[in-house]
């Protein structure tokens, strides 16, 4: 009976000591969290882009303005002239109105599509480049683990440490840092309400 007692006192003295280990272990880990969100909207890398893009799809976009107030106009016109015209020039009216509207949805849906499919492939090289910065800060900075801010549920703003890869970004890109972030915390992180 005292031998079955000091083999299961034994066991959990043991299992106490492996948890103590991991508790030990887990207190020496160093978590960041980062809001790739923000990076994209915020670094100067994502704004270029939005500028780029901007500046891109411009011209097309005031020439499908103009194109839809072509069709405007021709709607207006046939509103106020419609119940003076011939059925004939009433009948052309409304099928030029037609083909003015077509012609501008299927514009207006290209323009869509051609613009979708460039910010596509700018952010896919922007999230390229925002991933090796946040990589070689982790790396610099000595950090176990980077989560995203989208997957955490929860996290304490000391681990935040998307101000700081802002500021690499900035300095990257040659842009003023808009202010000194504050050092991440180097203590244990446990996901945490903000």
């Known amino acids: 009976m005292k031998r079955l007692i000091i083999s299961k006192l034994a066991v ?8 103590l280990a991991a508790v030990a272990a887990w207190a020496d880990t160093k978590i960041g ?5 923000r990076l994209l909207q915020e670094s100067p890398q994502g704004k270029a882009i939005q500028d ?13 303005q103009a194109q839809g107030q072509a069709v405007k106009a021709k709607q207006d016109k046939l509103q106020k ?20 509207a077509r012609d501008f949805e299927r514009a207006r849906g290209e323009l869509q599509d051609d613009f979708t499919a460039r910010r596509n492939e700018e952010l896919s090289r922007l999230q390229r480049t925002l991933g090796e910065e946040v ?10 683990l ?13 681990i935040d440490v998307t ?16 202010s000194a972030p504050p050092k991440p915390a180097a203590a244990p992180a446990k996901p945490q309400a903000h």
């Open 163 to 178: 101000p700081a890869i802002l500021t690499a970004l900035q300095a990257r890109a040659g842009a003023p840092a808009a």
């Open 12 to 19: 959990c003295l043991i299992a106490a000591g492996g948890a």
């Open 52 to 64: 780029l893009l901007r500046s891109e799809f411009a011209p097309r976009e005031r020439t499908l």
């Open 33 to 37: 969290v980062v809001d790739p969100a």
């Open 81 to 100: 002239d419609g119940a003076t015209m011939t059925e004939d020039q009433r009948s052309r009216a409304e099928k030029d109105l037609r083909d003015g």
């Open 135 to 144: 990589r070689n800060y982790a790396k610099a900075q000595g950090f176990d």
């Open 146 to 158: 980077i989560l995203s801010a989208e997957a955490a549920i929860s996290f304490a703003q000391a």
